[in-house]
């Protein structure tokens, strides 16, 4: 089965990364500064998570159903919503978050979904996907 442009929406995803950047020392303009070497200035650094958002247009189907209902061996109750998406179009895994709107600030608060589960299948990979309360 393949999806149609007109039930897909922008989503954003960030893949979990877990990489230590470094801080550099800055002037009043915001530009880095170099020492007598021209290498930058480190001032300290710090642990990120996730990557950059992706946009992406993807087909996103909130579940409903039956209580006792178990598909792809989750319970409906453990997710919330069902995102569809061609085979292998993003790369997304169960440590990713899913945004419905672009943010600055890339982190668990800030996104709507944690990915709860891949499911692929001979054309489509669906994702499961558990709302984060805010």
């Known amino acids: 089965m393949r999806d149609l442009e007109k039930n897909k929406t922008t989503l954003y995803y ?6 230590t950047e470094d801080v550099y020392e800055t002037d009043k303009n915001g530009n880095v500064i170099y020492d007598d070497d021209g290498d930058p200035i480190v001032i300290g650094s710090v642990n990120k998570l996730y990557g950059d958002l992706v946009d992406f247009s993807g087909n996103i189907a909130f579940s409903g159903g039956e209580v006792e209902a178990k598909a792809y061996g989750v319970s409906v109750t453990d997710y919330d919503s069902k995102l569809v998406m061609p085979k292998g179009a993003i790369p997304i895994t169960e440590t990713s978050l899913i945004f419905e709107n672009a ?3 890339v ?3 800030t996104a709507d979904f944690h990915v709860i589960k891949v499911q692929p299948s001979l054309n489509q990979d669906v994702f499961l996907l558990k709302r984060i309360t805010k």
């Open 14 to 19: 960030a893949l979990y990364e877990n990489v």
């Open 103 to 105: 943010v600055d600030s």
């Open 107 to 109: 982190s668990e608060k």
